[in-house]
């Protein structure tokens, strides 16, 4: 197996990118000044200091939490959505399924980053009493969590309806059904268990596009707020200094890439595991 | 048994009527999409803040004069008569005005910013190019007889029509979503193609490597990532193309328009890599394949007329879809380089709550977009005429 590698690398550089995630952001306050403008890089300040003195290399991993956080908790919901939709369409009535196709081809037909964007300006003016109860930085990251989880859940349960539909034709079905298992049986026990690889390897493709996402919005100007950082708007703030502090915008950017090609290897790679008959199609 | 034969034979002959109820049944389907997708629109537009009233009587006015505007907008209406009325008007093409000064027609904005007139000039100059590789093919064949002086009268006179309006198309401003999208659509297809068709052919060797790795890192690398490392290398640290966008150039159009069509270009580029090489694999490993090479076809003549003419299902239909994206997606690169297209005005609508720009944008993209996928899907048959039976 020649990706096997490439799986490891990514399986190896998540995890770097996890723990740099939970521990890289304590060293300092990523919110407020703690040195000079523009250091370079010392022992002090790994990656040197940004345009209004705060640690580069804490706000990186900063970023990290951020993005990794917003990817699994939109994975999260748009893999408890999409099963729930796409095997009631699949395994359902057929005018179920036709109702979903039809969702899901208008929702294809808008633009999803615009789409987000229009979310994100409702989200962001609506302010509900429980949300004061959360830490700051997480109120202030929901707006994008909802944005993304509307936009992202469609693709998923389309694709779950459609492998629900495959399975559903299969012997081991018609004879589950011909010993008199009832559909409960049959759903839980025979095409939920079958469906978790595929799933789990889209849900890796998927979270890179969230963070893709994530990352747009946030250039924009739309999505974490100031001061928090994320990959996304740190490469916005250092375009303004890129002629004279390249790295500024050089480590965002490699961090953000690196990432989503890891995820990408890995769900290529768990893809080769679970649809064997795919991986000997694409396999050199 | 037989009449189904029956049938079958009766419908042959017409390879058209399977077109016509393909193209009926589709844009039939496409009506609720389109007003799902507006009802939308038009409920975040009711949860956003503000409205026309808000927005045109301006910060000072009072509450009254902002109820009285309100009333003679009609905007106390109930929100179905309202929706209503901008089916109404959105029918006959009417979309209001804008919210903010100079308070100019939706419609007008919508069209310069997609640049359709360039895009239609575009569309003309290419298809005066097929003229003229048809009638150079015809040339060619009559090239021992006397009807060639006509075929090369005809090929002169199509050419010049092809060059004069390529050269109005490209006097006008190059700044705008359609334009573009046509460009990179362009290039991306040449690359992807290319790229997809060796990977094909030297599966595993090196360059399969290559494009493999294109496309993985194509796919991978967002815009608003290569869009300033780009800007960084090429413009900042080489100092060979320009940084800005610049409107209306005096000169040197094409140097300001390399940046950002490579750069809109990379992600199709890398997806129709990845499809090509993938549609190729499938088709070279087919029976017929080794059958022409065992018969004793030549090797390129194998990859060419056997095996690139029978992936080119997949490779127009990934085309057709990038350019959909293409033409709906440029949001991120032209609010980066502002580049007055329909992104950027789409997303200054958006910070400045201008709703009707928003609705009509919204409108326009997924019109364009469900037009885009019809058209893949009247070309297939064209390609594949198994695909012709099934068609709708």
């Known amino acids: ?284 | 048994m037989s009449s189904a034969v029956d049938t079958l034979i009766a419908r042959e002959p017409s390879a058209l009527k399977p077109i016509v109820r393909l193209i009926f049944v589709r844009l039939l389907w496409s009506v609720p999409t389109l007003v799902f997708i507006t009802f939308l629109t038009f409920l975040i537009g009711e949860l956003a803040p503000g409205d026309a009233a808000t927005a045109l009587a301006g910060e000072k006015a009072s509450p009254e004069a902002v109820a009285r505007l309100r009333h003679s907008l009609g905007l106390d209406q109930p929100l179905l008569v309202r929706y209503g009325r901008f089916v109404v008007n959105a029918c006959h093409l009417d979309f209001g005005q804008s919210w903010f000064p100079p308070y100019r027609p939706v419609g007008e904005i919508v069209s310069e910013g997609m640049g359709f007139s360039q895009m239609g000039l575009l569309a003309l100059a290419a298809v005066f190019c097929c003229a003229a590789v048809w009638v150079f093919v015809r040339f060619l064949n009559a090239l021992k007889d006397f009807r060639a002086v006509f075929w090369f009268g005809a090929l002169a006179v199509v050419v010049v029509f092809a060059w004069q309006i390529a050269q109005i198309a490209i006097s006008m401003p190059q700044g705008r979503t359609g334009p573009l999208a046509i460009y990179a659509i362009l290039l991306a297809s040449a690359m992807g193609v290319f790229f997809g068709f060796i990977a094909g052919i030297w599966h595993g060797k090196w360059p399969d490597r290559f494009a493999t790795t294109f496309s993985t890192l194509g796919v991978c690398i967002p815009t608003f990532v290569l869009a300033p490392v780009l800007v960084l290398i090429f413009a900042l640290k080489l100092q060979v193309l320009p940084d800005t966008w610049v409107e209306n150039p005096k000169e040197g159009v094409f140097w300001y328009l390399v940046l950002p069509v490579l750069i809109l270009a990379m992600r199709p580029a890398a997806v129709i890599t990845r499809l090509t090489r993938a549609s190729m694999m499938d088709v070279l490993s087919q029976d017929f394949i080794r059958t022409a090479s065992a018969k004793g076809v030549p090797f390129w003549k194998v990859m060419t007329k056997h095996a690139f003419r029978n992936s080119l299902v997949t490779v127009v239909t990934a085309i057709g879809t990038s350019f959909g994206f293409l033409l709906t997606g440029s949001f991120i690169l032209e609010t980066f380089f502002r580049i007055p297209g329909l992104g950027l005005k789409s997303i200054d609508a958006i910070y400045q709550g201008d709703f009707p720009v928003i609705q009509a944008t919204v409108l326009l993209f997924a019109v364009l977009f469900i037009l885009v996928n019809l058209l893949v899907d009247l070309i297939l048959p064209l390609l594949d005429p198994r695909i012709r039976g099934s068609a709708a």
């Open chain 1, 1 to 284: 197996m020649k990706r096997d590698w490439l799986f490891t690398i990514g399986i190896g550089f998540l995890i770097a990118l996890v723990v740099m995630a939970i521990i890289g952001p304590m060293r300092y306050d990523v919110t407020k000044e703690v040195g000079a403008k523009f250091l370079p890089p010392s022992g002090a300040h790994w990656l040197g200091t940004d345009h209004l003195g705060r640690d580069v290399f804490a706000r990186l991993c900063f970023g990290a939490r951020m993005s990794l956080a917003i990817g699994v908790s939109v994975q999260v919901f748009t893999i408890a959505f999409g099963l729930l939709i796409g095997t009631a369409a699949g395994y359902g009535p057929k005018w179920s399924g036709n109702l979903l196709m039809r969702f899901t081809d208008a929702m294809f037909a808008f633009p999803d980053i615009l789409l987000a964007i229009l979310i994100m300006g409702i989200l962001r003016s609506t302010h509900l009493t429980w949300m004061d109860s959360l830490p700051k930085v997480v109120s202030a990251s929901l707006p994008v969590f909802g944005a993304l989880a509307v936009v992202g859940w469609p693709s998923m349960a389309r694709l779950i309806r459609n492998q629900v539909l495959s399975l559903k034709e299969q012997d081991f079905i018609l004879a589950s059904r011909a010993l008199g298992a009832p559909h409960s049986h049959v759903v839980f026990k025979h095409i939920l268990p079958h469906l978790w690889g595929v799933v789990l390897a889209v849900a890796m493709v998927g979270m890179a596009l969230v963070i893709l996402a994530e990352g747009s919005l946030s250039f924009l100007g739309i999505g974490i707020p100031p001061p928090w950082p994320s990959w996304g708007s740190m490469i916005n703030d250092a375009r303004s200094y890129m002629a004279s502090y390249p790295w500024l915008l050089v480590w965002p950017c490699l961090a953000l890439s690196l990432c989503v090609l890891a995820l990408n290897f890995v769900g290529d790679g768990l893809r080769d595991r679970f649809d064997p008959r795919h991986a000997a199609r694409t396999d050199p």
